[in-house]
């Protein structure tokens, strides 16, 4: 059955966010929270539940209605599957290094969409490229081997100039990779999945009068990106989670269409540390302490959270704290501040509380090694320049804007290349994502003080950037240095993008096509 009335939560949040205004109430709510509705967990079935098919299935990409806070419903964009006689929508794929997966895409839209897997390494022609959008009452099908290492991927709509939009009202999910490190990280701590390995997706949304979701990006807004003035996780406004005393993973993804989180977690106004155990595409080599993180678009991070050092009735919360997007940037500052009508990116706020439950603490060991992470050999590596800057109201790689008929970047299969990405002074934080291949960061400069004061390395690396990624967020003023392996066993030449994942730039076309030479 799908838990529809406590799906998003019939919080008194909302109604009060529309009818007072976003500013104050984040404010509020950071001095003085109040989590008042349960946090969305995956349960058997319904929105979001896990599914670990083992049969071809079909994703019909079609309209739902999900109670809304304060209201019945809300249209929503969902994919919806059945298996094994349960109803899913926008299940969380859970899958296995090695399997194969075979999915239909079944386009009950009125409109052209098509999904891509983010972070896997699969063949052009089932990545979800824009170009393979499909048309309403279309299907298309996807065929392909899951090789990459274990990790927190995520599949979304691709819809060419309408994925901000498709995303936003709901056209993403989770794909869970496992293998051989995630399952002996799990056993070693006792972890289980949608119990204490938590999938926690972070997204801010708008909704109307009536509680219905809105995507209405005014021109500034499509160049800057829109921003919701509720900020849900899981969908839930407000959320609050009892938490055993124990080891918790929580597998953050910030599936937002242009917000920026500054994540930490705060106990009694205290800062309390986390261990950082895995990016975009599976464990690290080993834990890592942090105290806080940036987490863009696209960018997944997990972390280790110990609630056995806390008592009963302590509570956790996780907090994004204030930050200035466009420091070291020459934009002025006031730009961000003009994007009107909510917050702002950068803004304070409150997001999830974690509560203590009684009982006894289970401890448990981290272990110190979780996984291997070779480094890419860079010694023969081709040399990359990418420059990312603003066109009159278009922002731009490389001086250019999405044209479907050009390929700006050419690479061999089986070389590995070297890009140094330059984000202009005069410019934004822009998260910027490869399709098809992960990637090392290098090194990180030139950035904001308070991004260069959390290196956690002489390269200036951010723990975000640690371990393989395949979303990299650049910083006003920052030079970032990436290592590319394309190696792939594919017959023929390979087609991809490489884009940024600020949904409303990607759409706003800051893309350009990649092909990888056979
Ligand atoms: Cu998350 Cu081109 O995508
Ligand atoms: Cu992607
Ligand atoms: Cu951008």
Known sequence: ????????????????????GGWSLFNHAVSAPRFDNALFLPGADGPFAVLAPNAPFTLVA?????????????????YRTQM?????QNPILLLRTG??????????????TIIHWHGL???????????????????????????????TYWYHTHAHHRTARQAHQGLASFLLVSDDDNEALNEALGLELGKTDLPLV????????????VYQPNPMQRMMGYLGDAVLVNMTPAATHEVERRIHRLRLLNGSTARIYRLALRAEGQAIPFRVIGTDAGLLDSPREAHEAFLSPGERLEVLVDFAAFAGGDRVELHSLEFDPMAGGGMG????RMMGGGMHDGDPLALLEFVVQEGEAVTAEVPERL?????????????????LDMAPMQWRINGETYDPDRVPIEVDANTREVWTIRNADRSMPHPMHIHGFSFQVLSRSGGPDFVRQQAVNDEGLAVTDLGWKDTVLLWPGETVRIALDFTHHYAGDQLYVFHCHNLEHEDNDMMVNVRVRA
Not at 333 to 336: D, K, L
Request: aromatic letters at 8%; a negative charge; hydrophobic letters at 30%.
């Open 84 to 88: 094994n006689g349960h109803e899913y």
């Open 121 to 151: 390494h699969v063949p052009g022609r089932v990545d979800g490229h824009p170009m393979q959008t499909v048309d309403p009452g279309e299907q298309y099908e996807y065929r392909f081997k899951v090789t990459n290492r274990g990790g």
């Open 333 to 336: 500052g006031g730009m961000g």
């Open 202 to 213: 972070l997204q801010d949304k708008r909704f109307d009068r009536l509680g219905h979701l």
């Open 371 to 387: 996984s291997r992470i070779e480094p890419i050999d860079v010694t023969d590596a081709g040399q990359r320049d990418i420059r």
């Open 1 to 20: 059955m799908m838990r529809r009335r406590q799906f998003l939560g019939l919080a008194a949040a909302l109604p009060v966010i529309t009818t007072f």
């Open 62 to 78: 079609e309209q739902g209605w999900l109670p809304a806070p304060g209201r019945e419903e809300t249209p929503f964009l969902w």
């Open 99 to 112: 399997d194969e997966l075979d999915v239909t895409l079944d386009n009950q839209l009125d409109e052209g």
